[in-house]
């Protein structure tokens, strides 16, 4: 993963939050907030909250006594969250490293974290910080994406992209957020960090969005492969999106659009 790939500033944040969260990301977000509200917790932390889609849906779940501490360690995407987030004096909004927690130990009964551990550097020493912040009994519930062959839309708009610049390819769909789909690998960094019950669900759900192109603008001006394509020309990132919205509009049609989506759902603790 390259330091571009973690990246959200500039207009992306916007773009993230209005397409990309109610294209993939929304329905995951309930599934893992059932998971965390189900055992009534006292303290939740959250880390790579992102724009807070998984902040929305967990908040009115959790109890009136509640502690729900947010983090990001990009401060953008943090702000862009506390922002849509209603006032709520449980939540404590806090820019933090997910591999470098600021907090005591044993301090919360779930650590939670919504398709952020792709993302991590150092993914072990990423999960040993989550157990770390759990008192016992508590769990680490996070979600990853499964392979990009899995998931229509980004493997659509990753061809797409080559075209535009077939000898230097973006990578960032296929490296990043689809690349760290392998469940024995995840169980194996998950036990180096000390997780001794680790239960794993892959769950494939449906994409859907208005048109093609909103699908398109999404992946392409919502993430960080709009770094990539700007690195290699801004000057073409109207030609990548049109590309990919011919891609998507091949397969799924012209009108409102439905792809396959793929996601590994993770509980550890112990």
């Not at 929305?56 to 109890?63: E, G, N, T, V």
């Not at 939540?91 to 991590?120: K, N, T, Y």
């Amino acid at each position: 993963m390259s330091e571009r790939d973690k990246v959200f500033a500039g207009s992306i944040p916007k773009f993230y939050d209005t397409l990309m969260v109610p294209l993939i990301f929304e329905d995951y977000a309930a599934d893992v907030a059932e998971l965390v509200a189900a055992s009534s917790p006292d303290a939740v932390l959250e880390t790579a909250a992102g724009s807070g889609v998984l902040t929305r849906a967990l908040a009115p779940k959790l109890h009136a006594g509640a502690r729900y501490v947010v983090t990001d360690l990009n401060q953008p995407m943090l702000d862009h969250a506390a922002a849509r987030q209603v006032c709520d004096s449980r939540i404590q909004w806090r820019q933090a490293d997910a591999l470098d927690l600021p907090f005591e130990s044993r301090s919360f009964d779930v650590v939670c974290c919504q398709f952020g551990a792709m993302f991590f550097p150092n993914r072990i020493l990423g999960y040993t910080e989550a157990r770390r912040m759990l008192r016992p009994g508590g769990r680490f519930i996070f979600n990853v994406w499964d392979r990009i062959e899995e998931n229509d839309f980004a493997e659509n708009v990753t061809h797409a992209v080559a075209t535009v610049f077939p000898h230097d390819p973006p990578g960032f769909l296929a490296r990043t957020p689809h690349g760290y789909h392998d469940v024995a690998l995840i169980r194996a960094e998950l036990r180096r960090a000390g997780f001794a019950d680790i239960e794993i669900e892959t769950r494939e759900k449906v994409s859907r969005a208005n048109s093609a192109r909103d699908a398109a603008t999404a992946y392409c001006l919502g993430t960080p492969l709009r770094n990539e394509i700007e690195a290699r020309d801004a000057n073409l990132l109207e030609l990548a999106v049109d590309r990919a919205t011919q891609a998507i509009a091949r397969v799924h049609g012209e009108g409102p659009v439905a792809g396959k989506i793929q996601a590994h759902v993770i509980v550890a603790s112990g």
